[in-house]
């Protein structure tokens, strides 16, 4: 049997990557994009419509009004999740047994689904039988239970409080790889030197984690930007569509309306702002990289 060329082994060991992107990734994309072009409905039927569903997205007001919400929700938490992942990996990267306890506790709530602790917070926050508000009332922070969801304000405030209890974790474990993969002889060498500990985290933990700063501010942007379930279960949109975010008016275009032309030419607008995102993200990293 003849030996494979070398030229052909890299080819053949990515074949199977491939193969799978192709035809998981590429090819539904492709029949995304053919929908948007057409008036499709959920119930049968559909003609080709050219480019009228992204100009009817352009004049459609609930779409800029939950664009207008994604964007606050996602210019809200990112802070939020990026802040207290950095300041928890920071207080937790040396491998103490307490601090690998911590580290384990804030990371607990990753491994729960997405829809279990929107339904585990949506109880918490029920103004009837809510521990949240009960807290609240008894340290004397409220006068009244809050009523969460009954404003577009005070249930993204509510949303907010049980997604970054779920997802910090995931940010600060990724935020202590970076950390612990600093050479501790620099860290030694700026103590000697005389570098308080906010000097070295600014000179020198913060430059050498940019790459995964970017990188978990990337995800932390595209989870936010395709929030669903826990607006769907916590708010159900509520109050008189407010609270629909991108996905969710996604999904009542399509599946409430039927129209699943328009909700795959809403899709495809979405997609196209991810990648926006991920598209600034690699230019500022290969900025940071040649500096």
């Not at 964007?71 to 601090?99: C, D, E, H, W």
């Not at 807290?135 to 409220?142: A, E, N, P, Y």
């Not at 769907?232 to 991108?246: A, E, K, L, V």
């Not at 409430?256 to 993200?281: E, H, M, P, R, W």
Request: net charge positive.
């Amino acid at each position: 049997m003849s030996a494979i060329p070398n030229r052909h082994l890299g080819l053949l060991y990515v074949a199977p990557a491939l193969i799978f992107v192709t035809a998981f990734v590429l090819v539904p994309f492709g029949q995304l994009i053919y929908l948007s072009l057409t008036d499709t409905s959920l119930l049968g039927g559909g003609d080709w419509v050219g480019l009228a569903n992204y100009e009817k997205a352009l004049g459609d007001k609930a779409f800029w009004r939950a664009l207008g919400f994604t964007a606050k929700y996602t210019i809200v938490i990112t802070p939020i999740l990026m802040g207290l992942g950095f300041g928890l990996a920071l207080l937790t990267s040396q491998n103490t047994p307490l601090r690998l306890l911590t580290r384990a506790t804030v990371f607990l709530p990753v491994v729960i689904g997405l829809g279990t602790s929107s339904l585990l917070w949506f109880w918490l926050l029920d103004q009837q039988v809510g521990l949240f508000n009960k807290i609240l009332v008894d340290l004397g922070l409220v006068a009244d239970m809050p009523v969460w969801f009954t404003k577009a304000d005070s249930a993204l405030i509510g949303v907010i409080i049980s997604v970054t209890w779920k997802v910090v974790g995931f940010g600060m474990i990724l935020f202590v790889a970076a950390i612990q993969s600093i050479n501790g002889e620099v860290l030694e060498a700026a103590t000697i030197d005389g570098a308080t500990y906010w000097q070295k985290v600014r000179r020198i933990i913060v430059p050498l984690s940019m790459r995964t700063i970017l990188l978990v501010t990337l995800i932390s942007v595209i989870g936010s930007i395709l929030a669903f379930d826990q607006f769907y279960i916590m708010t159900g949109g509520n109050p008189r569509g407010q609270t629909f975010t991108s996905v969710y008016l996604i999904y009542q275009s399509s599946f409430i309306s039927f129209k699943l032309g328009y909700g795959a030419a809403l899709s495809i607008i979405l997609t196209a702002i991810i990648l926006v995102f991920a598209a600034i993200q690699v230019f500022i990293t290969s900025r940071s990289d040649s500096q």
